[in-house]
């Protein structure tokens, strides 16, 4: 028997990857908030500061979803950094702006696509995630040459000050945090009522326990959760335990030391 069937479950809760399914914490809504005033002011970048696995991929993958924040109205463009040099920012952000034939001439297509979004009161917002200096210089250049272009640049917070510098210009900081301890249990709730389960299948310490584990960090979360529902499946136990989640985080421990010395 899976773990799935064991539990009555109709999917992954945790790792299925269904956009619909995006559990949005308090941090998530304060970040989405900060995003929807960038969209409406006259801010040219904003600096969307994250540890790793917090979330930020799938925060502005809603963001292109919705095409809009709060009550403006923008074209939203997603992208990952390019190290090759300029040309290759360019060919870069000109495909993700729907061009796909072949030009010499990059920057010209670009700058008719900004220009059309804003003829039609759009503006277009560029999020590099995870971005680095090559391409937010590109970007910062761009978005100086087009008054309704706007930056996203999504790093760690050690990163921010050196993408600032190469950006020469202030952004406005939005920070994305962690999930607290008290949202733990929506967090759980939330995915496994997605895959027609409840969060009671965790104990109260077992979700101490994950929140300890793993800091709240949403892409650890994920994972141990998971772990432990296949894990307390394997034994036959009715709910995931305090030591169900100790076995598990140390498996992955193990499991991390075993690849670490490998390489």
């Not at 709730?189 to 965790?202: D, K, P, R, T, V």
């Amino acid at each position: 028997m899976g773990y799935l069937e064991h539990w009555s479950l109709s999917r992954s809760p945790f790792q299925s990857g269904d956009a619909d399914g995006l559990f949005l914490g308090a941090s998530h809504r304060e970040a989405l908030a900060g995003l929807a005033y960038f969209a409406s002011s006259s801010w040219k970048l904003a600096m969307l500061s994250a540890a790793p696995r917090c979330g930020t991929t799938s925060l502005l993958e809603l963001v292109v979803r919705m095409q809009g924040l709060g009550d403006a109205a923008i074209d939203a463009v997603l992208t990952k950094s390019s190290r090759n040099g300029p040309e290759s920012v360019y060919g870069m952000f000109r495909r993700a702006l729907g061009f796909r034939n072949h030009t010499t001439n990059p920057r010209r297509d670009i700058d008719s696509a900004i220009r059309e979004s804003d003829r039609q009161g759009l503006r277009t917002v560029w999020m590099i995630d995870p971005c680095d200096a090559n391409t937010i210089a590109v970007a910062a250049d761009l978005a100086q040459h087009h008054r309704n272009l706007s930056v996203v640049a999504a790093a760690s917070p050690s990163q921010r000050t050196g993408l600032t510098g190469a950006a020469g210009m202030c952004g406005m900081r939005i920070d994305l945090g962690p999930l607290s301890l008290s949202e733990i249990d929506a967090f759980l709730g939330h995915g496994l009522q997605q895959a027609g389960g409840s969060s009671s299948l965790f104990s109260e310490n077992a979700k101490v326990r994950l929140h300890e584990f793993t800091g709240g960090i949403v892409g650890d979360l994920a994972i141990a959760a998971e772990s432990s529902l296949k894990l307390a499946a394997n034994h036959a136990l009715q709910r995931v335990t305090p030591d169900i989640v100790e076995a598990t985080i140390e498996i992955a421990n193990q499991y991390a030391a075993v690849s670490a010395s490998n390489h």
